[in-house]
């Protein structure tokens, strides 16, 4: 891979993401499924797609820490330090959202984490909003480790699939997620 394909893969992903469109794209965990996290029609074809029940939370994705506060209502201080030690990629539920579609949660609560995913960062720092991050299968399913344990009824439902790091084989999981309270207490929810 070199630079210009990368930038037009990142050029695409965001030219889909503009057209309320859903991605297959390769994150800092595992591969998923992507949307523009402030179009609620869009978020409601990710869950047709994944055939998710409404109700349940999607995670979003942003590309520092400062844009946290864009989208979270009264981001605890013990955030950013949790932020900064965590070794691992780590989802942190925030009590209340702002600037994102009313579909993201069912109880008005977030999860947000900030990428480490340079294809990711990219994407969303030139798109200009968050997107939506959650495992590129069909609820229910077991969650792909790699592009090539995705269903081709994932592949064939999306509008657009990173053509990128199709062969990348690292030693993907799923992030870290705990609940911070604005007291400052968390409470872990999958580690």
């Known amino acids: 891979m070199n630079d210009v394909e990368f930038e037009q893969e990142v050029n695409r992903c965001v030219d889909y993401l503009k057209q309320g469109k859903v991605i297959l794209y390769p994150t800092d965990t595992i591969w998923g499924l992507g949307c523009d996290a402030t179009n609620s029609k869009a978020v409601e074809r990710l869950f047709r797609i994944k055939n998710r029940p409404l109700g349940k939370g999607l995670i979003i994705l942003v590309d520092s ?3 946290i506060s ?13 932020i900064a030690a965590a070794h691992n990629p780590l989802s942190i539920i925030y009590s209340e959202s702002k600037g994102l579609a009313k579909n993201i949660s069912a109880d008005g609560t977030v999860c947000v984490r900030v990428t480490t995913n ?33 269903s081709e009824n994932v592949k064939q439902l999306v509008d657009y699939e990173v053509l990128l790091f199709h062969d990348v084989l690292t030693k ?20």
């Open 65 to 67: 820490i400062e844009r």
């Open 70 to 82: 864009d989208y979270v209502v009264n981001m605890p201080a013990v955030a950013r330090d949790l």
């Open 118 to 150: 340079e294809l990711c960062k990219e994407i969303i720092k030139k798109f200009g909003r968050p997107i939506t991050s959650t495992s590129a299968n069909i609820s229910g399913d077991p969650s792909p480790l790699y592009y090539d344990e995705i």
């Open 172 to 191: 993907p999981k799923p992030s870290t997620i705990i609940r911070l309270f604005e007291d400052n207490t968390f409470k872990v929810i999958r580690s």
